[in-house]
């Protein structure tokens, strides 16, 4: 299956703004980034340049009239920086000055008036100074013949410049540049998202996976509690801290999984994920619990010998408890490793710390022998076993299970890897119960609504 396009209802907001805050620092070391590299390069190309200016009126010679000044200053703006760049009065600025002076000069007139600005620009602010001062002195041996009835007389004297002119434009637009880093590196990241080939919403799910999706549990934020140090309790059915909306849908969820085994004549129960994370063994957890709820003998086996995680849901110690390896090495009995008792019909056979060899552990001959006898005791048994994409321990737990729940958590797993996972059950000859989507954020773009289920019925599984 490929990702072809995308719909804009298979699309979350909250996704979305969720990526962006979690990439945030990534977006201001860009933003920082662009800043800096502009600012930098900048500097570095910058060559700074000084401008040393003066203001002369411009009147006729002999003239009385305003308006014949006028059109004097008119016609010498247009030719007047050409009188300055002459190659004649350059030679007569060197000879004055005794220095090559490099720079450049312009005049521009005052409208309605009959005043000149004066510009020369050069590196070198003394150089500026010098031109200007300079070409002011001689530009009347150079422009007698052009401008024999003008006259000039200053207004305001040029000064040696203090501050460059000019600025340099990469500096200068450094913080358009650190917000274009910015946007880029935003783009970026909703790209990836977009693209990422993952369950993010429910609509999505029902139309990528290929099995029937049981339920969804909402996100539920785990309660923290201060003794001596600060910890979070499990968000187990049997808490008060739990909210309403999460152990209502774990409990149809159990309803909804129970209604599919029954059905079947099925009694073992293999609780997956693809990846680490995704609250396979919470989902695990409160299946027995719900199923105890409402008096069925369950064993809860906590089959992921690699990171064993039942024992911390339920606060359980090792000390005076056997575990499952013993159980499968022979060292202990099954019924002494069982955790739980009559009253409350939840019996836990756990796995405290992680086993090195866990294939060969599950491999033990008495593992099926054991699975029998289970069957004979309990009326269901919940396996919680590793993620699919961390060891193959999963595959063994698939050929004693009768059917398997896939747990996926909203955009974590990618959906091919997800439903090649599905198509390695039905090779196993295991049914296929479906999924739980787990810890689904509802969208603020949409009111608060319950979700809803799919029947039985519109669920065909294809064998590949």
Known sequence: MKKENI???????????????????????????????????????YSPQYASSATVVVSEKGGSSIYSSLSVANEMASVFSEVFQSDALREKIIED??????????????????????????????????????????????????????SLEIVQEPQVPESPSNTSRLVSMRNLLAAAGAAGMIIIVILFYLFRFT???????????????????????????????????????????????????????????????????????????????????????????????????????????????????????????????EVLKGEADWQDAVIGNRQNYLYQLLQFRPVADSSGALNAPTLTELMNTWREEMDYIIIDSSPTAVSTDSEVWMQLADTVLLVIRQDWSDVRVINDTVDLVWQSDTDFAGFVLNAFRSEWTQPRQEYGYRSYASYTAERK
């Open 7 to 45: 719909s804009f209802d298979e699309i979350s907001i909250r996704g979305i703004c969720s990526d962006l805050f979690h990439n945030l620092l990534f977006i201001i070391l860009a933003a920082a980034a662009m800043w800096l590299g502009a600012a930098g390069v900048g500097n570095l190309i």
């Open 97 to 150: 000055t005794g220095e090559e002076i490099q720079g450049t000069i312009t005049c521009e007139a005052i409208e309605e008036t009959n005043l000149l600005v004066l510009n020369a620009v050069s590196e070198d602010p003394r150089q500026a100074y010098l031109f200007i001062n300079s070409a002011l002195k001689h530009y009347e041996d150079v422009s007698t013949y052009i401008f024999s009835n003008a």
């Open 199 to 325: 369950v993010k919403n429910v609509v999505s799910a029902s139309r990528q996976l290929d099995g029937t999706i049981q339920g969804v549990i909402p996100y539920e934020k785990k309660a923290s509690f201060k003794k001596k140090k600060r910890s979070k309790q499990a968000l187990l059915l049997a808490s008060p801290l739990v909210s309403m909306g999460f152990a209502e849908a774990s409990r149809k969820i159990e309803a909804s999984v129970e209604h599919h085994m029954r059905k079947r004549d099925l009694k073992v129960l293999q609780v997956a994920s693809i990846n680490e994370n995704e609250g396979k063994s919470t989902v695990a957890a409160n299946l027995a619990l719900a199923l105890a709820e409402k008096h069925r003998k369950v064993l809860l086996i906590d089959g992921d010998l690699h990171k064993p995680a039942q024992y911390k849901i339920f606060s359980r110690k090792s000390q005076g408890h056997f575990s499952l390896e």
